[in-house]
């Protein structure tokens, strides 16, 4: 007799979808054919404008390699979209970029050294675009290799003129509006970079800074309440010595205790009641007599010695005084700081300010002319103890601000800018009730952003450099007014539209003049360009208007914004106030934001830690996929880790994924849906219990899509594969799909639910991951009839894409909470007898699962009964070759109840008959058969019935 080859029987799976991904090669070929067919432009044509979400990018600088950082928020990004176009939404991503400002323009002016000084301004802004094109280029490029889909071919740019005719139209709509004022008051300024700098433009680090104490000497002690000492002085304390030259004034809290004390020297101080302690201790004065006593209301008008110069510093109340250090009186000069300022406009105190651009004194402070600021606080502290005016001075490390760029500590210092009003027409107010109009995500957002819009000073617009898009005001030539009127604006917006922003610079100043056009002060008629460019900030700030509002396919307000948390100061802040000042609503419907990068000890990234991982180093090892999956995988709203251990575990992960799909396909090679699939009513009913638990995870997964709470995604789908299907359904099934015939009820009834898992599960991770899914619905349409050929497999283009399709809709008959908990019945028994398994394979009485005869025995008759109606499929469920079920009143000695279940016994022995050749089940009636003397009853009848030539398999 011929002996069968009876493996060559068995439905083995078929596919030709690798177990190795490769992405790293894989997805730029991929990319490549998604480019061929202009997939981007394919989705939208497939959607209605009429139903729109608008996802405005916010813009990278153009200035170096991409992040970590920039990789999870591009990420972020690309899946909403994906999401939001496989929802039926017309969703229209448009990458952009930020192009002007400083940094540039620094790289520019190191790249030429000395030779800069001898460019003109066109020359430096025509080598600054050429940097920032490159730059672009470079990171779109980056970009794109993440997977990110979008109108590449398109994006906006801050440089472009027609973006820079959006940014006047935003400037010119706050001067007609009257929100744009010239004006002298204290900004951050950086010594390094010459230039006035945003709030979003500083960095807190620590600085070591000298810490003094300082005396001034009253001078009309006897305008003091009840006071007779004529030798008496008002103690300040500082941090910033420097300051000391432009010192006007001296506050005090009006509601504070203060104090005179007289010490053994016969010296007195007064300062504040609860820091009089403190203070003698640090100063090291010993025990002194309280000689007064007042509020500081009273004291409001004395004139103190100011203690560098030949003038009088007065005595003001304020309640920005603080007890939380020093004297509880504060040393005030109206040209180094904003409260300062306040107090410059309650008390119309005079502008002193001493320092130059260089952050060199003037002859305002003839002693140190031409001193650097920082090599001052030495020397006015060597004067200060030579004139008997310091009391004690110390270094201290403390926060302090820096310059973002060249991360050097930076100055206060008032100056002549353009400023944007932000009390001015309710600017403020109404930017407040806008905030509660949007959707914060996470909702603490609002309150980060409220608060800092409430404290926030006017927005200081004007910078001192070449590169950016110039401020349109004018200079009269007669009074040294500085004009900014919409005629001259308009007439600049015009030559921007035909040669860019480069026109104020390249044409000659009357160019922009109206004829006939007067000085409104002086009815001078000569005027010179300012030389001033506009805040960086309020070039990304106008977006809105230069992006969303001029391209008809996205319209403003945006949907959704999303960028990192220090965008409510930056981004998000400079966004709302142009939407507010120019067009009087939010910019945006929702703001969603993610947090910093950290390593896996907790430690922010940086590249002095050593610490940072490259995207470009993750992709060439892992795939971009992997990349995107441990973006899915983390709940971003909170500050996010990464390290090549947790890629690794994302990446094992991402093979369980992907070896589920290759099952899925592998036993979907000969079927067609159309043909093959069973009715609903038709499955068998543990069938029926995978759809459920697949329609329960499509119905989270979706409602976790719509909320962006993507690690819910991301585990909600993996425990699904790893547990759900491939350690239990798949599991299961496998000797079903394996075993019964081709064509058999059984196993139609089996593949019509992995098609469905297949189809169901692509759809919910395309967006998450673009490239593996695309690979996965290729693969099915080839194993499914769909397609003759795989074009992911030779040079043919993608005829359709996973990326065109939409999320799938879930048959009501498909959710069946009865039939859930009868399975979880079920599920627990299946627990119990494979912890009998384990039991019995560690002592050796069984080896592989089939080798076993199971013995459920129960004294409970709803087990009993329940048991018993499964009992045919208990076996195939348990993957054993037998299963009893016996009913006892009670366990005899030999049985023992299952711990945690006293009414179930389970004993399990080694089966005594034969395996089966063909299905490796052992069953006493193999070799029974003359025909198939090898095989069980159930494969002799597979054999006679689907394998004969008659059965046409």
Same mark, same amino acid.
């Given at each position: 007799?011929?002996?069968?080859?009876?493996?060559?029987?068995?439905?083995?799976?078929?596919?030709?979808?690798?177990?190795?991904?490769?992405?790293?090669?894989?997805?730029?070929?991929?990319?490549?054919?998604?480019?061929?067919?202009?997939?981007?432009?394919?989705?939208?044509?497939?959607?209605?404008?009429?139903?729109?979400?608008?996802?405005?990018?916010?813009?990278?600088?153009?200035?170096?390699?991409?992040?970590?950082?920039?990789?999870?928020?591009?990420?972020?990004?690309?899946?909403?979209?994906?999401?939001?176009?496989?929802?039926?939404?017309?969703?229209?991503?448009?990458?952009?970029?930020?192009?002007?400002?400083?940094?540039?323009?620094?790289?520019?002016?190191?790249? @030429?050294?000395?030779?800069?000084?001898?460019?003109?301004?066109?020359?430096?802004?025509? !080598?600054?675009?050429?940097?920032?094109?490159?730059?672009?280029?470079?990171?779109?490029?980056?970009?794109? $290799?993440?997977?990110?889909?979008?109108?590449?071919?398109?994006?906006?740019?801050?440089?472009?003129?027609?973006?820079?005719?959006?940014? /006047?139209?935003?400037?010119?709509?706050?001067?007609?509006?009257?929100?744009?004022?010239?004006?002298?008051?204290?900004?951050?300024?950086?010594?390094?970079?010459?230039?006035?700098?945003?709030?979003?433009? *500083?960095?807190?680090? =620590?600085?070591? +800074?000298?810490?003094?104490?300082?005396?001034?000497?009253?001078?009309?002690?006897?305008?003091?309440?009840?006071?007779?000492?004529?030798?008496?002085?008002?103690?300040?304390?500082?941090?910033?010595?420097?300051?000391?030259?432009?010192?006007?004034?001296?506050?005090?809290?009006?509601?504070?205790?203060?104090?005179?004390?007289?010490?053994?020297?016969?010296?007195?101080?007064?300062?504040?009641?609860?820091?009089?302690?403190?203070? @003698?201790?640090?100063?090291?004065?010993?025990?002194?007599?309280?000689?007064? $006593?007042?509020?500081?209301?009273?004291?409001?008008?004395?004139?103190?010695?100011?203690?560098?110069?030949?003038?009088?510093?007065?005595?003001?109340?304020?309640?920005?005084?603080?007890?939380?250090?020093?004297?509880?009186?504060?040393?005030?000069?109206?040209?180094?700081?904003?409260?300062?300022?306040?107090? @410059?406009?309650?008390? =119309?105190?005079?502008?002193?300010?001493?320092?130059?651009?260089?952050?060199?004194?003037?002859?305002?402070?003839?002693?140190?002319?031409?001193? @650097?600021?920082?090599?001052?606080?030495?020397?006015?502290?060597?004067?200060?103890?030579?004139?008997?005016?310091?009391?004690?001075?110390?270094?201290?490390?403390?926060?302090?601000?820096?310059?973002?760029?060249?991360?050097?500590? #930076?100055?206060?210092?008032?100056?002549?800018?353009?400023?944007?009003?932000?009390?001015?027409?309710?600017?403020?107010?109404?930017?407040?009730?806008?905030?509660?109009?949007?959707?914060?995500?996470?909702?603490?957002?609002?309150?980060?952003?409220?608060?800092?819009?409430?404290?926030?000073?006017?927005?200081?617009? +004007? $910078?001192?450099?070449?590169?950016?898009?110039?401020?349109?005001?004018?200079?009269?030539?007669?009074?040294?007014?500085?004009?900014?009127?919409?005629?001259?604006?308009?007439?600049?917006?015009?030559?921007?539209?035909?040669?860019?922003?480069?026109?104020?610079?390249?044409?000659?100043?009357?160019?922009?003049?109206?004829?006939?056009?007067?000085?409104?002060?002086?009815?001078?008629?000569?005027?010179?360009?300012?030389?001033?460019?506009?805040?960086?900030?309020? %070039? +990304?700030?106008?977006?809105?208007?230069? *992006?969303?509002?001029?391209?008809?396919?996205?319209?403003?307000?945006?949907? /959704?914004?999303?960028?990192?948390?220090?965008?409510?100061?930056?981004?998000?802040?400079?966004?709302?106030?142009?939407?507010?000042?120019?067009?009087?609503?939010?910019?945006?419907?929702?703001?969603?934001?993610?947090?910093?990068?950290?390593?896996?000890?907790?430690?922010?990234?940086?590249?002095?830690?050593?610490?940072?991982?490259?995207?470009?180093?993750?992709?060439?090892?892992?795939?971009?996929?992997?990349?995107?999956?441990?973006?899915?995988?983390?709940?971003?709203?909170?500050?996010? $880790?990464?390290?090549?251990?947790?890629?690794?575990?994302?990446? %094992?992960?991402?093979?369980?994924?992907?070896?589920?799909?290759?099952?899925?396909?592998? =036993?979907?090679?000969?079927?067609?849906?159309?043909?093959?699939?069973?009715?609903?009513?038709?499955?068998?009913?543990?069938?029926?219990?995978?759809?459920?638990?697949?329609?329960?995870?499509?119905?989270?997964?979706?409602?976790?899509?719509?909320?962006?709470?993507?690690?819910?995604?991301?585990?909600?789908?993996?425990?699904?594969?790893?547990?759900?299907?491939?350690? !239990?359904?798949?599991?299961?099934?496998?000797?079903?799909?394996?075993?019964?015939?081709?064509?058999?009820?059984?196993?139609? +009834?089996?593949?019509?639910?992995?098609?469905?898992?297949?189809?169901?599960?692509?759809?919910?991770?395309?967006?998450?991951?673009?490239?593996?899914?695309?690979?996965?619905?290729?693969?099915?349409?080839?194993?499914?009839?769909?397609?003759?050929?795989?074009?992911?497999?030779?040079?043919?283009?993608?005829?359709?894409?996973?990326?065109?399709?939409?999320?799938?809709?879930?048959? %009501?008959?498909?959710?069946?909470?009865?039939?859930?908990?009868?399975?979880?019945?079920?599920?627990?028994?299946?627990?119990?007898?494979?912890?009998?398994?384990?039991?019995?394979?560690?002592?050796?009485?069984?080896?592989?699962?089939?080798?076993?005869?199971?013995?459920?025995?129960?004294?409970?008759?709803?087990? =009993?009964?329940?048991?018993?109606?499964?009992?045919?499929?208990?076996?195939?469920?348990?993957?054993?070759?037998?299963?009893? #079920?016996?009913?006892?009143?009670?366990?005899?000695?030999?049985?023992?109840?299952?711990?945690?279940?006293?009414?179930?016994?389970?004993?399990?022995?080694?089966?005594?008959?034969?395996?089966?050749?063909?299905?490796?089940?052992?069953?006493?009636?193999?070799?029974?058969?003359?025909?198939?003397?090898?095989?069980?009853?159930?494969?002799?009848?597979?054999?006679?019935?689907?394998?004969?030539?008659?059965?046409?398999?």
């Amino acid at each position: 007799m011929t002996e069968i080859d009876y493996k060559s029987t068995l439905n083995l799976p078929v596919t030709d979808f690798p177990m190795r991904a490769k992405l790293n090669e894989r997805e730029p070929f991929i990319y490549k054919k998604w480019l061929e067919i202009r997939l981007d432009e394919e989705i939208l044509k497939q959607r209605s404008p009429d139903k729109r979400f608008t996802l405005h990018d916010g813009p990278p600088y153009a200035n170096g390699n991409i992040h970590i950082g920039h990789a999870l928020n591009k990420i972020l990004k690309d899946i909403i979209v994906r999401y939001k176009n496989m929802m039926g939404y017309y969703s229209h991503y448009v990458p952009g970029w930020d192009c002007h400002g400083l940094p540039i323009e620094q790289k520019v002016r190191e790249k @030429l050294g000395s030779k800069a000084f001898d460019k003109t301004p066109l020359e430096i802004r025509t !080598l600054c675009a050429e940097y920032a094109h490159k730059w672009v280029n470079t990171q779109s490029g980056q970009f794109q $290799r993440l997977g990110i889909g979008g109108d590449f071919a398109h994006p906006y740019k801050t440089l472009i003129p027609e973006y820079e005719v959006g940014i /006047l139209k935003a400037f010119r709509a706050l001067v007609e509006n009257d929100l744009i004022y010239r004006g002298r008051k204290p900004v951050f300024w950086c010594i390094g970079c010459g230039t006035a700098l945003a709030d979003a433009e *500083v960095e807190y680090e =620590n600085h070591t +800074s000298d810490s003094i104490y300082v005396r001034f000497p009253v001078l009309n002690p006897e305008k003091i309440r009840d006071f007779k000492e004529k030798k008496a002085s008002i103690v300040i304390w500082t941090t910033t010595p420097w300051t000391l030259p432009a010192n006007v004034a001296v506050s005090l809290h009006p509601d504070f205790d203060y104090v005179a004390a007289r010490t053994k020297s016969g010296d007195a101080f007064i300062v504040a009641h609860y820091l009089l302690q403190d203070f @003698l201790g640090k100063c090291e004065l010993g025990e002194a007599e309280i000689i007064g $006593r007042w509020k500081g209301a009273e004291l409001e008008g004395l004139e103190c010695a100011h203690p560098l110069l030949e003038k009088k510093s007065i005595v003001i109340l304020g309640t920005h005084v603080t007890l939380e250090q020093g004297t509880g009186c504060v040393h005030t000069a109206p040209g180094h700081g904003y409260e300062d300022y306040l107090m @410059l406009l309650k008390y =119309n105190l005079p502008m002193v300010m001493p320092v130059d651009d260089n952050g060199c004194f003037t002859e305002e402070f003839p002693l140190m002319k031409g001193v @650097l600021v920082w090599v001052a606080n030495g020397r006015i502290i060597e004067k200060l103890r030579e004139d008997g005016l310091l009391l004690h001075s110390e270094k201290v490390e403390h926060s302090y601000p820096h310059c973002w760029r060249c991360h050097k500590p #930076i100055i206060f210092r008032a100056t002549e800018q353009w400023f944007m009003s932000v009390d001015k027409n309710e600017v403020r107010q109404r930017m407040l009730r806008a905030i509660d109009e949007v959707q914060w995500i996470p909702s603490w957002g609002r309150d980060r952003i409220y608060n800092m819009v409430v404290m926030r000073p006017d927005w200081c617009l +004007s $910078r001192q450099r070449k590169w950016g898009v110039p401020i349109p005001a004018v200079k009269c030539q007669k009074c040294g007014m500085d004009i900014l009127d919409l005629k001259i604006i308009d007439r600049f917006i015009e030559q921007v539209k035909e040669k860019g922003t480069d026109a104020w610079f390249s044409e000659p100043d009357e160019s922009v003049i109206p004829e006939g056009f007067q000085c409104p002060e002086c009815k001078g008629n000569a005027f010179k360009k300012n030389t001033d460019t506009l805040d960086v900030w309020f %070039d +990304s700030g106008s977006s809105h208007v230069a *992006v969303c509002e001029q391209r008809k396919d996205l319209g403003s307000p945006a949907d /959704l914004y999303l960028e990192g948390s220090d965008q409510h100061r930056g981004w998000f802040q400079s966004s709302l106030l142009v939407g507010i000042g120019a067009r009087n609503h939010a910019p945006y419907k929702a703001v969603l934001t993610h947090g910093f990068m950290l390593d896996a000890k907790g430690e922010a990234m940086s590249k002095s830690r050593g610490n940072i991982i490259a995207p470009e180093k993750i992709i060439e090892k892992l795939g971009a996929d992997v990349l995107r999956l441990w973006v899915s995988s983390e709940d971003y709203r909170e500050d996010v $880790r990464i390290s090549h251990e947790i890629l690794e575990r994302i990446s %094992d992960a991402y093979r369980r994924i992907r070896n589920t799909f290759r099952f899925l396909l592998g =036993n979907l090679g000969d079927f067609k849906p159309e043909r093959d699939s069973l009715d609903y009513s038709r499955l068998q009913e543990f069938d029926q219990w995978a759809l459920n638990k697949l329609a329960d995870i499509t119905k989270r997964v979706l409602r976790a899509y719509e909320n962006y709470e993507f690690h819910k995604i991301y585990h909600l789908i993996h425990t699904f594969c790893v547990v759900d299907m491939s350690a !239990l359904y798949l599991d299961i099934v496998k000797d079903r799909l394996y075993v019964e015939g081709k064509t058999s009820p059984e196993r139609r +009834s089996c593949q019509t639910v992995l098609y469905h898992v297949a189809d169901t599960l692509l759809r919910l991770l395309a967006p998450i991951l673009p490239f593996t899914m695309e690979e996965v619905y290729q693969s099915l349409l080839v194993s499914t009839g769909k397609s003759g050929s795989n074009p992911l497999s030779d040079d043919k283009p993608i005829s359709d894409s996973i990326h065109r399709q939409r999320f799938p809709e879930i048959p %009501d008959e498909w959710i069946n909470p009865h039939l859930q908990q009868k399975w979880e019945r079920l599920l627990e028994i299946r627990d119990l007898v494979v912890r009998a398994l384990e039991d019995a394979r560690r002592n050796k009485i069984i080896g592989h699962s089939l080798d076993a005869i199971v013995t459920i025995t129960t004294t409970s008759e709803e087990t =009993n009964k329940f048991s018993g109606i499964y009992s045919d499929f208990l076996a195939d469920f348990c993957i054993v070759s037998h299963i009893e #079920i016996n009913k006892v009143d009670r366990f005899g000695e030999a049985l023992k109840a299952m711990e945690g279940h006293p009414e179930i016994s389970i004993s399990v022995e080694k089966a005594p008959w034969p395996k089966c050749s063909r299905c490796w089940k052992l069953h006493p009636e193999v070799n029974k058969d003359t025909e198939y003397p090898e095989i069980c009853p159930r494969c002799v009848k597979v054999m006679k019935s689907y394998m004969s030539p008659q059965s046409g398999q």
